[in-house]
């Protein structure tokens, strides 16, 4: 079965710090990879996208990926309090689905 | 553009009665997921489309079904409701294969 498995924290973090997300997928035929925020009750937006190894910067998020590790992470710098949500991994297959980790609770503290 | 469109946005149901979730796109996107979502769980997929007159089961098809005539409408059904099947439901979208889903804002489902 394929998989994508995340911490489930929750995590906390105080306002101004570092927040790093981890996941990890089974497929290794995944070819695309996203990090959403979902808040309670909302739908799931799209922070970042990663389609090759490396670092991917936009504003204060950074997205990590490593194919050979099949790891993905999500670094938030600067974390506010409106970083507070879920952060849902998702891997795009070989195939035409999408699969989700179970989601990382955020929580960073004024 | 509204994007993705879903309806109702909430609906309880008693167990063994039908209803059917409407989706629809205006992005004339070809790929559409139907998601379902429980407290503290991430999305688990139920059924997609990858183009008018195609779909394929997801991880959790049971209990449902699906259509897909037209681009821009992709309803689920739910035969015999059983309260199992309470949850939010997410419609999504995208573009291109393995591109960036577009989501509905979701209906919550209660099967009482």
């Known amino acids: 079965q394929k998989e994508v498995e995340q911490n489930s924290g929750p995590l906390s973090v105080p306002e101004g710090a570092i927040a790093s997300l981890n996941c990890t997928y089974s497929?290794?035929?995944?070819?695309?990879f996203f990090w959403y925020r979902q808040y309670s009750g909302k739908s799931p937006e799209l922070i970042m996208f990663?389609?090759?190894?490396g670092d991917k910067e936009d504003g204060r998020f950074t997205a990590q990926l490593n194919k050979a590790s099949q790891y993905v992470s999500l670094l938030i710098r600067d974390s506010q309090p409106s970083d507070s949500a879920t952060y849902l991994c998702a891997a795009g297959g070989a195939g035409n689905q999408f699969y989700f980790g179970t989601g990382t609770s955020l929580t960073v503290i004024p | 553009n509204a994007g993705v469109t879903q309806t109702p946005k909430f609906r309880i149901l008693k167990i063994g009665q039908s209803m059917t979730l409407q989706c629809t796109q205006d992005?004339?996107?070809?790929?559409m997921y139907w998601y379902r979502q429980d407290p503290g769980m991430g999305l688990k997929l139920i059924y997609y489309s990858v183009g008018a007159g195609i779909t394929d089961k997801g991880e959790v098809p049971n209990g449902y079904n699906v259509s897909r005539s037209t681009t821009e409408d992709f309803p689920l059904r739910l035969e015999l409701a059983a309260p199992s099947q309470t949850s939010v439901y997410f419609c999504?979208?995208?573009?291109?294969?393995?591109?960036?889903?577009?989501f509905g804002e979701g209906s919550r489902l209660t099967v009482l």
């Open positions: 999504a979208s995208t573009a291109i294969q393995g591109g960036e889903l577009f």
């Open positions: 990663i389609y090759s190894n």
């Open positions: 992005m004339n996107h070809n790929y």
């Open positions: 497929d290794r035929g995944s070819q695309s």
